[in-house]
């Protein structure tokens, strides 16, 4: 019998008039309620006519995670007085409760993907609510915008409901075509806030690290917490490691029982924490239950702060759960949970004054995440490039691109980006495309239980006992009695009737390609002599850009990363592996190896060899150009020898390099080049056009025009000291309008000085021309030359050749500097013309004596 007592005191019952008003009106709804309302649990019933009168339908609820998928079904049929599997029941990945005469089905939103893609019509249901919408995972969104799409072309009768208790209520409306939007009012309690930050600096979170002071800080809060407050304490932390950390700080507390609730925790653990307790409880969680689950006796919120989201590094290949800071609206759902039954308090790990500078949501997973399962299920779904999605935010252009170019190089994708039949069937998977390549591929080359094997590990974070030897972890979850064991075993028997039950021909093992169906004839018998060498080609079908080989003292990735292995490793000294999981240590330049298994070179050319190439390298190295041919599997040299007869093109391009690298300077330029180079730049600086720019950056831009042909006839660096880089330099002058024939006139090498004596001009300064010439010689000269119209800078030398002045302007030399010059001079060098007026002197370049012979 129905528990009606329990079901007239959820506050949203008051919202089903407006509710089913919505969706006969319009077809869509947004639901917005806050928690301990009954969204997730009153309203399916009312929606499916459970709860007396309303039309009988079919309704799916699609909840983001197993476990809250789990107690909704349980919730809801307790409250009907039933079992589940009877008019409620469930399907999560590897386990469905659901009867004949089942009315309302809650699903993970994978399983809903999978569904839509093998039935996009959804035959036999009326309903679909999406629950907890606000969290923005990628597979809700995902699966929204293919509701709306059937809504929209298939099935006009389908009803939607987007629910959640914070969220973008007028996005959500507005991506369902105008859904009106139902809120429903809680009876919400006071939740009182303790800021509670920790007595010193803590490091802020790196990747998966996070800082052990902090940690012991939560533990500490969790003690304060129980000596000052009654009733169940719930601490949210961001992930299993910090949960195990956090009850090893705890210890025992008398009379309190600690458990630990993630996603990965035991059903038995997950349904004791939902179900009301005898004794007092402290509760570790993850993100699991900020949402949907009601955890009964809690009062008490203790909150880290932390959480755990999606990112990918595209340029390296590796791609993990980093931790961040949680948002505001993590907050206020972390907090409600302690006002769910009566009032409560949350104590927050950091100080008030950070609050406001929090991100006020969760990034969504979209912009974030590895996006090969998204492309590839908008391929399967005939729109490659998402483009004709209703999604709240688009895909990242970057993020779609290389998954494109993955899923295009493991044969799911055509060059169009349309779905191949192998696509569909890595699709109907319920695996990342990686792991469904390398569970199909996999399976042809070592056989399905192996392969399954390896999949299931590479499904799920291993625990950390188990080390960093894939062979190794392999036997110790096949002998292990834990709760992670246990899920392993249940994913390999899942992937062993996934892999029978895709639909077409076997995919058999072969080279990635762009093909549908590789080719038979690639396949190749893998060694199983070599330890490790069956489990690594499973993992490099998966990961090929991560197999490395031993380079030094660290492993080469064929993708270019680095990557280490940790001390006392099996792994140590193997000659290559295939790298399952790495992550990048603070402070370090390289990955560190997580997971691996070692293999020989064979095994890493078969599933790498899309990777595989052979060419003619010619290169600058070392300050001359090296020719070789060399075998790579991506960035691994795997053989070199020496070329003879390089192609004159390659070589071309090497000695390009070369002056690119090296400079000009490798051209031998003799004096006169020089000085050629120096007028050219003052008559480009003075004149432009026509005259060119033999700036280094410029002339090496222009190579084609002046170094050719010598450049061509060259092969090493030897050949480039021999081209006279002042005739090369000549091409580029101003031949066709005629001004070449005037360089001598406008940036003479050498002028005539009033003495008869031709002194070089210095163009070392383009901007200031330099004449240096002895003082006697410019008598009688009253301006100071120019040359294309510029002043040179006159320096004027003693006899003996020192400086003496320096002027642009002679004339006011003569008048103002020189007779301070010749007071100086005169008795030092009484053999040589001092006259008073120099303007008016004959100028000379000998002494007194030989001027009156």
Same mark, same amino acid.
């Given at each position: 019998?129905?528990?009606?007592?329990?079901?007239?005191?959820?506050?949203?019952?008051?919202?089903?008039?407006?509710?089913?008003?919505?969706?006969?009106?319009?077809?869509?709804?947004?639901?917005?309620?806050?928690?301990?309302?009954?969204?997730?649990?009153? /309203?399916?019933?009312?929606?499916?006519?459970?709860?007396?009168?309303?039309?009988?339908?079919?309704?799916?609820?699609?909840?983001?995670?197993?476990?809250?998928?789990?107690?909704?079904?349980?919730?809801?049929?307790?409250?009907?007085?039933?079992?589940?599997?009877?008019?409620?029941?469930?399907?999560?990945?590897?386990?469905?409760?659901?009867?004949?005469?089942?009315?309302?089905? /809650?699903?993970?939103?994978?399983?809903?993907?999978?569904?839509?893609?093998? *039935?996009?019509?959804?035959?036999?249901?009326?309903?679909?609510?999406?629950?907890?919408?606000?969290?923005?995972?990628?597979?809700?969104?995902?699966?929204?915008?293919?509701?709306?799409?059937? @809504?929209?072309?298939?099935?006009?009768?389908?009803?939607?409901?987007?629910?959640?208790?914070?969220?973008?209520?007028?996005?959500?409306?507005?991506?369902?075509?105008?859904?009106?939007?139902?809120?429903?009012? %809680?009876?919400?309690?006071?939740?009182?806030?303790?800021?509670?930050p920790p007595p010193r600096p803590v490091r802020p979170p790196h990747g998966m690290r996070v800082d052990p002071v902090l940690l012991a800080h939560v533990a500490s809060v969790v003690r304060r917490a129980l000596a000052e407050r009654s009733g169940d304490v719930l601490c949210f932390l961001p992930g299993v490691g910090e949960i195990v950390r956090v009850a090893g700080q705890l210890g025992e507390l008398g009379g309190v029982d600690v458990l630990q609730v993630h996603g990965r925790a035991? =059903?038995?653990?997950?349904? !004791?924490?939902?179900?009301? =307790?005898?004794?007092?409880?402290?509760?570790?969680?993850?993100?699991?239950?900020?949402?949907?689950?009601?955890?009964?006796?809690?009062?008490?919120?203790?909150?880290?702060?932390?959480?755990?989201?999606? &990112?990918?590094?595209?340029?390296?290949?590796?791609?993990?759960?980093?931790?961040?800071?949680?948002?505001?609206?993590?907050? &206020?759902?972390?907090?409600?949970?302690?006002?769910?039954?009566?009032?409560?308090?949350?104590?927050?790990?950091?100080?008030?004054?950070?609050?406001?500078?929090?991100?006020?949501?969760?990034?969504?997973?979209?912009?974030?995440? *590895? $996006?090969?399962?998204?492309?590839?299920?908008?391929?399967?779904?005939?729109?490659?490039?998402?483009?004709?999605?209703?999604?709240?935010?688009?895909?990242?252009?970057?993020?779609?691109?290389?998954?494109?170019?993955?899923?295009?190089?493991?044969?799911?994708?055509?060059?169009? %980006?349309?779905?191949?039949?192998?696509?569909?069937?890595?699709?109907?998977?319920?695996?990342?495309?990686?792991?469904?390549?390398?569970?199909?591929?996999?399976?042809?080359?070592?056989?399905?239980?192996?392969?399954?094997? #390896?999949?299931?590990?590479?499904?799920?974070?291993?625990?950390?006992?188990?080390?960093?030897?894939?062979?190794?972890?392999?036997?110790?979850?096949?002998?292990?009695?834990?709760?992670?064991?246990?899920?392993?075993?249940?994913?390999?028997?899942?992937?062993?009737?996934?892999?029978? %039950?895709?639909?077409?021909?076997? +995919? %058999?093992?072969?080279?990635?390609?762009?093909?549908?169906?590789?080719?038979?004839?690639?396949?190749?018998?893998?060694?199983?002599?070599?330890?490790?060498?069956?489990?690594?080609?499973?993992?490099?079908?998966?990961?090929?850009?991560?197999?490395?080989?031993?380079?030094?003292?660290?492993?080469?990735?064929?993708?270019?990363? @680095?990557?280490?292995?940790?001390?006392?490793?099996?792994?140590?000294?193997? +000659?290559? $592996?295939?790298?399952?999981?790495?992550?990048?240590?603070?402070?370090?330049?390289?990955?560190?190896?997580?997971?691996?298994?070692?293999?020989?070179?064979?095994? =890493?050319?078969?599933?790498?060899?899309?990777?595989?190439?052979?060419?003619?390298?010619?290169?600058?190295?070392?300050?001359? #150009?090296?020719?070789?041919?060399?075998?790579?599997?991506?960035?691994?040299?795997?053989? #070199?020898?020496?070329?003879?007869?390089?192609? =004159?093109?390659?070589?071309?391009?090497?000695?390009?390099?070369?002056?690119?690298?090296?400079?000009?300077?490798?051209?031998?330029?003799?004096?006169?080049?020089?000085?050629?180079?120096?007028?050219?730049?003052?008559?480009?600086?003075?004149?432009?056009?026509?005259?060119? *720019?033999?700036?280094?950056?410029?002339?090496?831009?222009?190579?084609?025009?002046?170094?050719?042909?010598?450049?061509?006839?060259?092969?090493?660096?030897?050949?480039?000291?021999?081209?006279? !880089?002042?005739?090369?330099?000549?091409?580029?002058?101003?031949?066709?309008?005629?001004? +070449?024939?005037?360089?001598?006139?406008?940036?003479?090498?050498?002028?005539?000085?009033?003495?008869?004596?031709?002194?070089?001009?210095?163009?070392?300064?383009?901007?200031?021309?330099?004449?240096?010439?002895?003082?006697?010689?410019?008598?009688?000269?009253?301006?100071?030359? @120019?040359?294309?119209?510029?002043?040179?800078?006159?320096?004027?030398?003693?006899?003996?050749?020192?400086?003496?002045?320096?002027?642009?302007?002679?004339?006011?030399?003569?008048?103002?500097?020189?007779?301070?010059?010749?007071?100086?001079?005169?008795?030092?060098?009484?053999?040589?013309?001092?006259?008073?007026?120099?303007?008016?002197?004959?100028?000379?370049?000998?002494?007194?004596?030989?001027?009156?012979?």
């Open positions: 019998m129905p528990r009606d007592d329990a079901l007239d005191a959820l506050p949203v019952r008051a919202a089903l008039p407006a509710l089913n008003d919505a969706l006969d009106g319009h077809g869509a709804a947004v639901l917005a309620a806050p928690p301990g309302t009954g969204k997730t649990t009153l /309203v399916p019933l009312a929606l499916a006519g459970l709860l007396g009168g309303g039309p009988v339908r079919r309704v799916v609820v699609a909840e983001p995670r197993r476990i809250a998928a789990r107690a909704a079904a349980r919730r809801m049929a307790w409250l009907l007085g039933e079992k589940v599997g009877e008019s409620v029941g469930y399907t999560v990945r590897g386990e469905r409760v659901v009867g004949p005469r089942a009315r309302v089905e /809650v699903v993970t939103t994978g399983v809903l993907l999978q569904r839509l893609q093998r *039935d996009q019509e959804l035959t036999g249901v009326d309903v679909v609510v999406l629950d907890e919408c606000h969290e923005r995972h990628l597979d809700a969104d995902t699966s929204a915008a293919f509701l709306w799409d059937v @809504r929209e072309t298939l099935r006009p009768e389908l009803r939607l409901v987007a629910a959640s208790a914070t969220t973008d209520t007028a996005g959500w409306a507005r991506l369902l075509g105008g859904a009106p939007v139902v809120e429903a009012h %809680g009876t919400s309690y006071d939740v009182e806030v303790v800021w509670a035991p =059903a038995a653990v997950q349904d !004791a924490v939902l179900a009301p =307790a005898a004794r007092r409880r402290v509760v570790l969680a993850t993100s699991v239950t900020e949402s949907s689950l009601t955890v009964p006796g809690v009062r008490v919120v203790v909150d880290s702060g932390l959480a755990r989201e999606p &990112r990918v590094d595209h340029a390296r290949g590796l791609s993990a759960l980093t931790t961040v800071r949680a948002s505001q609206a993590a907050g &206020r759902q972390r907090a409600g949970r302690a006002g769910r039954e009566a009032p409560g308090a949350v104590y927050r790990c950091w100080a008030q004054a950070e609050d406001a500078r929090l991100s006020p949501f969760p990034a969504p997973e979209i912009k974030v995440a *590895d $996006l090969a399962a998204f492309a590839l299920q908008a391929a399967c779904w005939g729109d490659p490039d998402a483009s004709g999605l209703a999604l709240l935010d688009p895909p990242p252009g970057g993020a779609m691109a290389a998954a494109r170019s993955l899923l295009t190089a493991i044969g799911a994708v055509d060059s169009a %980006g349309r779905a191949t039949g192998r696509g569909v069937r890595l699709a109907r998977l319920g695996l990342h495309p990686r792991l469904g390549r390398a569970l199909l591929d996999g399976a042809a080359a070592v056989g399905v239980e192996r392969a399954a094997e #390896v999949v299931a590990l590479l499904s799920e974070e291993a625990p950390r006992e188990y080390g960093d030897d894939l062979v190794a972890a392999l036997r110790a979850a096949r002998r292990g009695g834990d709760a992670y064991s246990g899920r392993w075993r249940a994913e390999v028997r899942r992937l062993r009737s996934v892999v029978a %039950g895709v639909s077409g021909p076997p +995919a %058999g093992f072969s080279r990635p390609s762009a093909g549908d169906r590789p080719s038979a004839g690639d396949r190749r018998p893998v060694d199983g002599n070599v330890d490790g060498n069956v489990e690594g080609l499973v993992v490099a079908l998966a990961f090929p850009e991560r197999v490395a080989r031993l380079d030094g003292g660290s492993y080469l990735m064929v993708s270019g990363t @680095r990557a280490e292995v940790g001390e006392g490793t099996g792994l140590r000294g193997a +000659a290559w $592996l295939a790298v399952a999981v790495a992550d990048r240590p603070v402070g370090r330049g390289h990955a560190r190896v997580q997971l691996a298994a070692a293999v020989d070179e064979e095994v =890493a050319r078969l599933a790498a060899g899309v990777l595989l190439d052979e060419r003619d390298e010619v290169r600058w190295t070392d300050g001359d #150009v090296v020719a070789r041919r060399v075998e790579r599997l991506g960035a691994v040299e795997l053989a #070199v020898r020496p070329l003879r007869d390089a192609d =004159a093109g390659l070589v071309r391009g090497a000695l390009l390099e070369g002056l690119e690298r090296d400079g000009l300077g490798l051209l031998r330029w003799s004096p006169d080049a020089h000085v050629l180079r120096q007028r050219l730049a003052f008559l480009r600086l003075r004149l432009g056009e026509p005259w060119p *720019d033999v700036s280094d950056a410029s002339l090496y831009a222009r190579v084609d025009e002046w170094l050719e042909p010598e450049l061509g006839r060259a092969r090493r660096r030897g050949d480039l000291g021999r081209i006279d !880089a002042g005739v090369a330099l000549g091409r580029l002058l101003p031949w066709a309008c005629g001004e +070449a024939g005037r360089l001598d006139e406008l940036a003479p090498e050498r002028i005539t000085v009033p003495s008869g004596s031709r002194i070089r001009v210095g163009y070392a300064d383009p901007e200031r021309p330099v004449l240096a010439v002895k003082l006697q010689e410019m008598f009688g000269l009253q301006e100071s030359p @120019r040359v294309a119209g510029v002043p040179l800078v006159v320096h004027l030398l003693s006899p003996a050749g020192r400086p003496a002045a320096v002027t642009a302007d002679l004339a006011s030399f003569w008048r103002d500097g020189y007779p301070g010059v010749r007071a100086e001079l005169r008795g030092r060098y009484p053999k040589h013309p001092w006259p008073e007026d120099p303007a008016g002197a004959e100028p000379t370049r000998y002494t007194s004596a030989r001027l009156r012979r």
